[in-house]
């Protein structure tokens, strides 16, 4: 995963199942990142929601060229909780 990473960071989104943006958060690395292999990260990300839906997280390959070909993301589904989360 380290080659998600530009200057030791990447975006994450949290999209409702309609695809409504309802928060985003910079991953930042947390263990040397330009490597092919697996790198931990860190990220805080809020949101509001009035009601409990499905949704995904999305985890967005950095990609400061704008390129098509070098864009890549990875969707995970979750339940979004209607009450805050610490």
Request: proline share 6%; aromatic share 10%; no cysteine.
């Amino acid at each position: 995963m380290g080659i998600w990473y530009f200057e030791a960071s990447f975006p994450i989104r949290l999209v409702g199942e309609n695809g409504e943006e309802l928060g985003i958060a910079i991953a930042q690395a947390q263990d040397e990142w330009m490597a092919e292999a697996l790198v931990p990260f860190e990220a805080v990300l809020s949101f509001e929601s009035s009601e409990a839906q499905k949704g995904f997280l999305v985890f967005e390959k950095d990609n400061p060229s704008g390129l098509q070909e070098n864009a890549d993301e990875m969707r995970l589904p979750i339940l979004i909780p209607d009450t805050q989360i610490e």
